[in-house]
């Protein structure tokens, strides 16, 4: 029985991070008088961190040492973090992140048949809020039946606790559950919490290893746009639905 699927949010649910996030840590830097820019290829490197906070912490250990040694710099990455997301709230709600491929018309199909949704990211909170508010604004406002996300637990992807988290939250094991993810770190944290997990690869994730994923997409897939897979099967399928998604975790 599949009784609920459990979507990652950035990469997955939108490509939020190469004109989302990062413009918004740029303009935090700006803001805070930072000559730090994290440019397309640069801020690819950096996601290997996941976290804005712990991001910001790994580029310092690598390229501005210095900055460690101040002894208001972690307040410091704590004060920029929150600009941060201020900055990618407001880039929000100028409209011009979508939604991936098939990512509404499976999220409805889910709900019409009966399956639960929820979210399990490492983003903010606010930022899910206004994703939400946004990108995501022609589903109904109770779609998502718990969203976990950011510092709601202290370990971030790749450690297994926001899809425990989460898994508790819907009194659910994970075996009755599928986790949608973009990344290596996603997958990692999903495989870790027990879920199988089905990859639609993102801008920044190709190419990433995948292994122990059931496959992995170019995307979800539209009637008019059909999807494929770059690895594993989705026994001909040109689009993820209920159907698909149902066969995929009875095996
Ligand atoms: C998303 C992240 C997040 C965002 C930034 O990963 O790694 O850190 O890039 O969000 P995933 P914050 O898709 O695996 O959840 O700055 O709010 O942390
Ligand atoms: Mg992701």
């Given at each position: 029985?599949?009784?609920?699927?459990?979507f990652d949010?950035?990469g997955?649910?939108?490509?939020?991070e190469?004109?989302?996030?990062?413009?918004?840590?740029n303009?935090?830097?700006?803001?805070?008088?930072?000559?730090?820019?994290?440019d397309?290829?640069?801020?690819?490197?950096?996601?290997?961190?996941?976290?804005?906070?712990?991001?910001?912490?790994?580029?310092?250990?690598?390229?501005?040492?210095?900055?460690?040694?101040?002894?208001?710099?972690?307040a410091?990455?704590?004060?920029l973090?929150?600009?941060?997301?201020?900055?990618?709230?407001?880039?929000?709600?100028?409209g011009?992140?979508?939604?991936?491929?098939?990512?509404?018309?499976?999220?409805?199909?889910?709900?019409?048949?009966?399956?639960?949704?929820?979210?399990?990211?490492?983003?903010?909170?606010?930022?899910?809020?206004?994703?939400?508010?946004?990108?995501?604004?022609?589903?109904?406002?109770?779609?998502?039946e718990?969203?976990?996300?950011?510092?709601?637990?202290?370990?971030?992807?790749?450690?297994?606790?926001?899809?425990?988290?989460?898994?508790?939250?819907?009194d659910?094991?994970?075996?009755?559950?599928?986790?949608?993810?973009?990344?290596?770190?996603?997958?990692?944290?999903a495989?870790?919490?027990?879920?199988?997990?089905?990859?639609?690869?993102?801008?920044?994730?190709?190419?990433?290893?995948?292994?122990?994923?059931?496959?992995?997409?170019?995307?979800?897939?539209?009637?008019?746009?059909?999807?494929?897979?770059?690895?594993?099967?989705?026994?001909?399928?040109?689009?993820?639905?209920?159907?698909?998604?149902?066969?995929?975790?009875?095996?």
């Amino acid at each position: 029985m599949l009784d609920a699927v459990i979507f990652d949010v950035d990469g997955t649910l939108a490509e939020t991070e190469r004109d989302g996030h990062r413009p918004a840590f740029n303009a935090a830097f700006r803001e805070y008088g930072l000559d730090w820019d994290w440019d397309v290829p640069m801020y690819g490197e950096l996601l290997a961190v996941t976290g804005g906070k712990e991001r910001m912490r790994a580029y310092c250990t690598k390229y501005r040492p210095d900055f460690l040694q101040r002894p208001d710099a972690d307040a410091t990455i704590a004060e920029l973090h929150k600009a941060k997301t201020r900055h990618y709230v407001r880039f929000m709600e100028q409209g011009t992140i979508t939604p991936r491929p098939g990512v509404l018309r499976l999220i409805r199909e889910l709900r019409a048949n009966g399956i639960r949704v929820a979210i399990a990211t490492t983003t903010t909170p606010q930022n899910v809020d206004a994703l939400l508010a946004t990108t995501l604004k022609d589903l109904p406002a109770d779609t998502f039946e718990v969203i976990g996300a950011g510092d709601i637990v202290p370990a971030k992807k790749p450690a297994p606790d926001i899809y425990t988290w989460v898994l508790e939250k819907l009194d659910l094991p994970a075996s009755r559950c599928i986790a949608l993810e973009d990344s290596r770190n996603g997958v990692r944290s999903a495989l870790a919490a027990g879920l199988p997990v089905l990859v639609t690869q993102s801008t920044y994730t190709q190419g990433e290893d995948f292994s122990g994923s059931i496959a992995v997409l170019s995307d979800l897939g539209e009637p008019s746009a059909p999807c494929h897979a770059l690895s594993g099967q989705i026994n001909g399928s040109s689009l993820v639905d209920v159907a698909l998604l149902r066969r995929l975790h009875a095996v």
